[in-house]
């Protein structure tokens, strides 16, 4: 295991995120809270609550998945797409390094990133509604897994993309969409029976659904399908990764 | 050719084509010995770059096998890449970080341990340990360049890739980069250099192969090379000019120039008797009276163009 190699590429990347701390922090931070204004304060004080909780805080789990998934997505992405564009993915892929550390590096390295902006929106959250966390082990779990699997998203999209439109391209087409469409500012309980079939289609719904439940203990499916489905998913990014790293696709012709 | 303790890089039936079906290298074969500087010349196009990505990773060969220091490319890709240092032929650095994080993080990415002594003694040998602080983007070309050096030199290699290192350099740090060549030369470090210019390969070189279309044409030590096929020329410039060479003069071949004023001879180097004696007095006993004479040596730069044109 070359950890000496795992750690220069992981301080490289967290010192990208210092230099760009509007961008990865503070940017995010400051959209979310955006988002507790409009929908908690301004219109959630005239919305009912949702299964006995007040919808300011209902909405905190979907918000946090919200700003874990578009991050992961852009801080991976970004971390190996850069270098594959400036050419400086040569020294990476020239080094006595093994596939599974170069994904360990810029995977963890943008998995931790998500982390610290999650703990921020969390605790900036708790300035604006009352929060409490039911289960708090299974959301670190939740946690850990959503910025995990959608880092290994962004990877996928960095080294599939060849220009920055392509890099923008599945956050803002399909990502965002599921995403708002996942249940994030309502139960999918509130939508009618055929569209409550259709977002059962969505991924999104499961992380959402499953973190919620983790805050308040309620929840549109199953936890344990919530689980289920964020491992499937993240199984799935697995095997495309190494499917990457096996055929060289995009990296060595 | 069996790798010997001698031989650094074993490269055995190589071939490459890429997706497209455009054959890049064909079947080659090259030893480089421990130790020397080895260029490798080729118009281009020819294949260079290919093959040191193959060597060097970048590049998943079609066919062959890959040995450096005695370990497989693929099989073994950590002991064979750890040796190797690679300076790439484009100028690609990140922007923003500083030149001694940007060195500490490739001696990093070798899986070597920190080491600041050593990242300062690398950059005090190219000139950067002032800029150390600045931002890369606001280097000039020639620093970039000497970074990228810096940077392949990090984790101490057995052997060092330059891919046209001296494309676009100034006189100066060319002449500085030779010399930072010979002294890991002296530190038993192998060199083993791409270039068009035939002047450096010439200057640095212990051998020198020819590449061209996917192929090594020829591989063969400098100075042997120079001497093999090194053609001499002798000018003979004329009194006065005459009309044409004289029939007697007929065998030596003799090149007259368009105004008559000057004979050229040309014949091999290697020959005991090239018949210079005979030639001048066959001139004379014609009674064309010369002022001058002049020898000159084909250089490698014609040698080179020869080879790729056949």
Known sequence: ???????????????????????????????T???????????????PEVEGVSYGSFIVPGLMMLA????????????????????????????????????????GAAATKS?????????????????????????????????????LLGFIIGIWADNFEKLQ?????????????????????????FWQTVTLFNPVVYLVSGFRWSFFGIADVEPALSLGMTLLFLGVCVAIVAWIFRTGYRLKP | MVPTMTTMLSVSNLSKVYEGGFQALRNVNLDIRRGEIFALLGPNGAGKTTLISIICGLVNASSGKVTVGGHDIVGDYRAARGLIGLVPQELTTEAFETPIKAVAFTRGLFGKPPNPAHIEK??????????????????????????????????????????????????ELRRDMWALVRGLQKDGVTVILTTHYIEEA????????????????????????MHKLGKKQLTVHLHAPIAQVPPALAAYALELAPDGATLTYTYDAERKHPGIAELLGGLNAAGIAFKDVNTTQSSLEDIFVSLVKK
Request: cysteine-free.
């Open chain 2, 202 to 225: 010439e200057e640095m070189a212990d051998r020198i192969g020819v590449i061209n279309k996917g192929e090594i044409v020829l591989v063969e030590d400098k100075a042997e090379l």
């Open chain 1, 68 to 107: 874990l998934l578009t991050q992961s997505i852009a801080n991976a992405s970004f971390g190996i797409f850069f270098p594959r564009f400036t050419g400086a993915i040569y020294e990476v892929l020239s080094a006595p390094v093994s596939y599974l550390e170069i994904v360990v590096a810029y995977v």
């Open chain 1, 115 to 151: 982390l610290v902006l999650g703990v921020i929106i969390l605790i900036t959250a708790s300035l604006f509604v009352p929060l409490r966390i039911e289960h708090p082990l299974w959301m670190v779990l939740f946690l850990l897994l959503t910025t995990v699997t959608f880092s």
């Open chain 1, 169 to 193: 391209l599945v956050p803002m087409l399909v990502v965002t969409p599921l995403t708002f469409l996942g249940g994030t500012f309502y139960s999918i309980s509130m939508l009618p029976p």
């Open chain 1, 1 to 31: 295991m070359n950890l000496y190699a795992i750690r220069a590429i992981y301080r490289f990347e967290m010192a990208r995120a210092w230099r760009t701390l509007t961008q990865s922090i503070i940017s995010p931070v400051l959209s």
């Open chain 2, 122 to 171: 690398v950059l005090r040998s190219l000139s950067l340990w002032d800029k150390r602080n600045n931002r890369i983007l606001t280097l000039s070309g020639g620093m970039k360049r000497r970074l990228l050096i810096a940077k392949a030199l990090s984790h101490e290699p057995r052997i060092l890739f330059l891919d046209e290192p001296t494309a676009g350099v100034d006189v």
């Open chain 1, 33 to 47: 809270s955006l988002y507790f204004v409009v929908f908690g304060a301004a219109i959630g004080s005239r919305i």
